[in-house]
């Protein structure tokens, strides 16, 4: 009877042990991290599924000019891994330069975005597809800003759009142009971190 109670010890033990190895298999597919005061992302690796969530507006990235250094996207390192971006509702704006260059293939927008800040989706040669959750008119109230013009060729799909007799088009929203950088004749100058709007950068020390 020990032995038996022994063995079945043994397993149960080795099971949690397995079991445990699995969660953090499952658990590191996962990344989370801050993108906003009050706005939070998540990427699957496995899926490349990149989600934003919370309340406000996204923080600005790229070149700090006050500060003369880069802000780089906290998903830097896996940004061509990205396939797919979704930004919950309650979140106002997609920050300037967060998906640059990215490997995007979809969005998909709440029908509650104010403003899609510059570059935001500039050099997203693979986007294809945008799903907005709301109407032709709501999209052309949304201001897009300068070098996103991969967000605004692609297919952009509406919730509800009778007045089209369907949910596909590729009609932009307010496109506006984006401030200039302070010194445009420098072509070498990385462009200056002008939010749109109220976008703010992530807080920075000078050295």
């Known amino acids: 009877m020990k032995k ?21 298999a499952n658990a590191s597919d996962t990344v ?3 993108c906003g005061d009050i706005a939070y992302y998540e990427y699957n690796s496995s899926t490349g599924e990149f989600t ?4 406000g507006v996204m923080w600005a990235y790229g070149w700090d000019q006050e500060n003369e250094i ?13 396939k797919k971006v979704v930004v919950k509702t309650g979140i106002t704006s997609v920050g300037w330069s967060a998906f640059e260059n990215s490997g995007v293939k979809e969005v998909v927008l709440p029908n509650g975005i104010e403003f899609i800040d510059g570059n935001a989706f500039n050099n997203c ?3 294809t597809t945008v799903y907005y959750n709301g109407t032709r008119s709501q999209w052309k109230k949304v201001k897009v800003y ?6 605004l060729n692609a297919n952009i799909k509406f919730e509800n759009d009778s007045a ?30 002008k939010p749109s709007e109220t976008t703010p950068a992530p807080s920075t020390s000078k050295k």
């Not at 010890?9 to 953090?24: C, E, N, Q």
């Not at 300068?146 to 967000?151: A, R, V």
């Not at 369907?166 to 971190?193: F, L, R, W, Y």
Request: charged share 20%; no cysteine.
């Open 146 to 151: 300068e070098n996103n013009d991969s967000l």
């Open 32 to 34: 989370k991290g801050k």
């Open 164 to 193: 089209s007799g369907g949910n596909d088009g590729n009609s932009g929203g307010g496109t506006v142009p984006a401030p200039a950088p302070s010194t445009p004749e420098d072509t070498n100058k990385k462009p200056e971190i």
């Open 4 to 24: 038996v109670v022994s063995v079945l010890m043994s397993f149960v033990m080795l099971l949690s042990v397995f079991s445990g190895f699995t969660l953090s």
């Open 52 to 55: 934003i969530s919370g309340k």
């Open 125 to 127: 040669n693979s986007l």
């Open 70 to 82: 880069e802000i780089k996207q906290p998903w830097n390192s896996y940004l061509k891994n990205i």
